[in-house]
């Protein structure tokens, strides 16, 4: 409620990453600590499941307690965050403000950190996410990719393109972490042939520069199920992200009848079959990006086959299958050691 009435009031100084008194981190470390107490308590608990972010004292709690810790890391591991972002910040300055990751305090490392450390088993989305906790060299317990889902009840209607400009959508936070001047700069460089609309919150009240904003179509926030319609109005979804843990949008756009295009640093690789229902890129490739989309705005046959194998394999992205992964983890977990 705090964080509902003080964006509606703009206070922003109240909803400030890690100081502010309803930030995201405040909210998560409170609950943190409420869970914590509930399971000093408990008679019954066998495992507590958290997340990134949000687990230190429960698991503090659970491990006093000899108590089985799950850990879902939904993100990219900070260590390799970090490093994308500051060789961004050194090749893009202009978008440097927009890349979040290079605030965090080092206490909230730290915390990370440790959350790792206490963890009996690890739970990442994408086998990109996976690979990046590999790449840390911290010492970790066994990690498992269960990806998400995407409502099948939401799958729309395929795609039929019709002659004309390619419509094209971006949908995320207009941050460079998800590459969107590589992104910025393809379109540009082929506006009779592309149209772009962009679905995000600015995180910087300068990058991206009002300018390129109004060459293009600039949507701040939608419902979920208003983004949903809008996607069924395009033809391709351009995530050209740094890093990405999952990338929800990706699974969506195939859910209704879109081509994606996304780097291989996202769950792209899990989701398309490169060629087939999607195309995979470089991250930091404008180029990449452009060719996808000349191919795909020429070859209308080949749009159209690509958006009907999207939305067919999209079928298989169900929330029932992660769930049924997760619970029979949950249930290895409390009754059996997990060896990787």
Not at 157 to 183: D, I, M, N, W
Request: hydrophobic share 45%; aromatic share 6%.
């Amino acid at each position: 409620m705090g964080r509902q009435l003080a964006a509606q009031l703009g206070l922003n100084s109240l909803t400030r990453e890690e100081n502010g008194v309803f930030s995201i981190d405040a909210v998560y470390l409170t609950l943190d600590r409420r869970v914590s107490r509930r399971i000093a308590n408990s008679r019954r608990a066998k495992a507590v499941y958290a997340y990134d972010g949000g687990a230190l004292a429960s698991f503090r709690a659970a491990r006093a307690r000899g108590i089985r810790c799950m850990y879902e890391h939904p993100i990219v591991h900070w260590r390799i965050v970090r490093q994308y972002q500051l060789e961004e910040a050194e090749l893009s300055p202009e978008w440097a403000p927009t890349l979040g990751a290079l605030r965090d305090s080092e206490q909230k490392l730290r915390r990370k950190d440790e959350e790792l450390a206490l963890a009996d088993v690890i739970i990442t989305p994408s086998s990109f996410a996976r690979e990046s906790l590999t790449a840390s060299k911290a010492k970790l317990a066994p990690v498992y990719v269960i990806p998400y889902g995407t409502p099948i009840d939401d799958v729309g209607p395929a795609r039929r393109s019709a002659e004309g400009k390619l419509r094209v959508l971006f949908v995320g936070a207009l941050t460079q972490a998800k590459g969107l001047g590589y992104l910025l700069q393809a379109a540009d460089r082929l506006t009779p042939e592309v149209s772009l609309t962009l679905i995000g919150r600015r995180v910087s009240p300068t990058v991206p520069r009002a300018a390129a904003l109004e060459r293009h179509r600039w949507i701040a926030s939608l419902s979920h199920a208003d983004l949903l319609h809008e996607m069924r109005q395009h033809d391709v979804l351009v995530l050209p992200s740094l890093h990405e843990g999952f990338g929800l949008v990706l699974a969506e756009a195939m859910g209704q009848g879109l081509v994606v295009i996304a780097t291989r640093h996202t769950a792209a690789p899990d989701l398309v079959s490169d060629g087939v229902d999607g195309f995979l890129v470089p991250i930091r490739s404008a180029v990449a990006i452009e060719e996808k989309l000349v191919l795909l705005h020429c070859d209308r046959m080949r749009l159209r086959a690509m958006q009907q194998a999207a939305q067919e394999k999209a079928r298989s992205f169900t929330w029932e299958n992660y769930r049924q992964r997760l619970v029979k983890l949950a249930r290895e977990v409390i009754g059996n050691p997990v060896t990787a």
